[in-house]
């Protein structure tokens, strides 16, 4: 799996409030929404696009669109659900999956206990939103249960 280190001095900025304790509520909220579309920016650069033909007001000319299948979001639930709006933000034609995912506290081993993913992945691009990242045992399970013939290429959108 390749890995990406965000460094940008917003990202990191942003992350260092973030984590304050003395952050509000509000605040956390909102830099959150703006910490995801930052690292959606990052974690979009390889998205798949196909050159399409426009009409501008002086001539035609080609231009990009998102190819065809559309991207996917999978927020697992529920630390996910809070990385969402600022990912689709980013990538408003993207199907929008869940997975709810928890670990046994004996074993470490993530089940999943909720799934509302397409049958067929085939081609797609997904995208994971995974804040509670640590072992990366999550994200293992994820691979497998939505490894339905998605591409590997895309990188999970995850604060570091």
Same mark, same amino acid.
């Given at each position: 799996?390749?890995?990406?280190?965000?460094?940008? %001095?917003? $990202? &990191?900025?942003?992350?260092?409030?973030?984590?304050?304790?003395? =952050?509000?509520? %509000?605040?956390?909220?909102?830099? =959150?929404?703006?910490?995801?579309?930052?690292?959606?920016?990052?974690?979009?650069?390889?998205?798949?696009?196909? =050159? $399409?033909?426009?009409?501008?007001?002086?001539?035609?000319?080609?231009?990009?669109? $998102?190819?065809?299948?559309?991207?996917?979001?999978? %927020?697992?639930? +529920? !630390?996910?659900?809070?990385?969402?709006?600022?990912?689709?933000?980013?990538?408003?034609?993207?199907?929008?999956?869940?997975?709810?995912?928890?670990? @046994?506290?004996?074993?470490?081993? %993530?089940? =999943?206990?909720?799934?509302?993913?397409?049958?067929?992945?085939? @081609?797609?691009?997904?995208?994971?939103?995974?804040?509670?990242? !640590? &072992?990366?045992?999550?994200?293992?399970? +994820?691979?497998?249960?939505?490894?339905?013939?998605? +591409?590997?290429? !895309?990188? #999970?959108?995850? #604060?570091?």
């Amino acid at each position: 799996m390749r890995v990406h280190v965000a460094d940008h %001095p917003l $990202i &990191t900025h942003k992350l260092t409030v973030l984590r304050d304790e003395q =952050t509000s509520s %509000p605040v956390f909220r909102q830099l =959150t929404e703006e910490l995801v579309t930052l690292l959606a920016y990052e974690a979009t650069r390889n998205v798949r696009v196909e =050159t $399409i033909e426009i009409k501008t007001p002086v001539t035609l000319t080609e231009g990009v669109k $998102i190819s065809e299948p559309r991207p996917i979001v999978v %927020p697992i639930l +529920r !630390a996910g659900l809070g990385m969402l709006e600022g990912m689709v933000k980013l990538l408003p034609t993207a199907e929008v999956g869940f997975l709810g995912m928890v670990r @046994d506290e004996e074993t470490f081993q %993530p089940t =999943t206990y909720a799934e509302r993913l397409p049958d067929d992945l085939s @081609d797609r691009q997904c995208f994971v939103l995974d804040p509670m990242l !640590a &072992t990366g045992g999550s994200l293992g399970a +994820r691979d497998r249960e939505a490894g339905r013939g998605s +591409r590997r290429d !895309a990188r #999970p959108g995850r #604060p570091r």
